[in-house]
């Protein structure tokens, strides 16, 4: 039974970083792409950013475009997600997601649309406030 455990939100002036872990039990991340996503109040769940099972590729909304950045470490198994130059709309939960890739293909890709997970591979959040 796979368990996806995130940490690290807090709060944070504009301009600040903030550095999220999720932690996973229960899966061989050999085989997922792993992503983040978040939902401000009122608004839908939005992808933030993903990275694939192999090669490490990665993807990024255009909103964090050169301020976030999303690592992974299977060692430890960890994802991670680098916040940088915060900003008031960066408020949100923020959740981590594993997706399975059943192919090399698939592995070597990652998805940031929230269907694309498996409902049970999802964590219970973090919540980040940008505020001053």
């Known amino acids: 039974q796979a368990q996806l455990v995130e940490s690290g939100g807090g709060l944070v002036q504009p301009g600040g970083t903030l550095r999220l872990s999720c932690k996973i039990t229960g899966l061989n991340l050999d085989y997922y792409g792993l992503a983040w996503f978040r939902q401000a109040p009122g608004k839908e769940r939005e992808g933030v950013s993903c990275?694939?099972?192999?090669?490490?590729?990665?993807n990024y909304a255009d909103s964090v475009k050169g301020r976030f950045t999303i690592s992974r470490d299977n060692a430890q198994n960890t994802v991670y997600l680098q916040m940088n130059d915060l900003k008031p709309e960066d408020t949100a939960v923020y959740y981590c997601a594993a997706q399975v890739g059943l192919t090399l293909v698939a592995r070597s890709t990652c998805d940031t649309r929230a269907a694309s997970y498996d409902a049970d591979k999802w964590g219970k959040g973090t919540l980040v406030t940008v505020s001053s």
């Open positions: 990275i694939s099972a192999s090669y490490d590729k990665t």
